[in-house]
């Protein structure tokens, strides 16, 4: 499932550039995509788990950004 979220906050394309290999790197992650131009995430995932997977990305996105929020 392919899903599109828009961010506030990302700050530079090298932090945007770390957390799309971060997110990556998730299980049940098949790609994601960190756009720093149009503030946007989209993420590809399996669909039966992407509220947990999508929990990891917000973890994994404060560690890299910490002001940085995904609107859901």
């Known amino acids: 499932m392919k899903k599109v979220y828009k961010l506030e906050d990302l700050d530079c394309a090298n932090c945007a550039a770390k957390m799309e ?10 790609n994601a995509n960190v756009s720093f131009m149009s503030q946007k ?25 910490p002001d940085c929020r995904i609107i859901i």
Do not use: S
């Not at 290999?21 to 098949?30: L, S, Y």
């Not at 995430?41 to 950004?65: H, Y």
């Open 21 to 30: 290999r971060a997110i990556a790197k998730i299980d049940g992650v098949d």
């Open 41 to 65: 995430l989209t993420i590809e995932a399996d669909e039966a788990r992407l509220d947990a997977i999508m929990k990891e990305v917000v973890k994994v996105c404060k560690k890299i950004e």
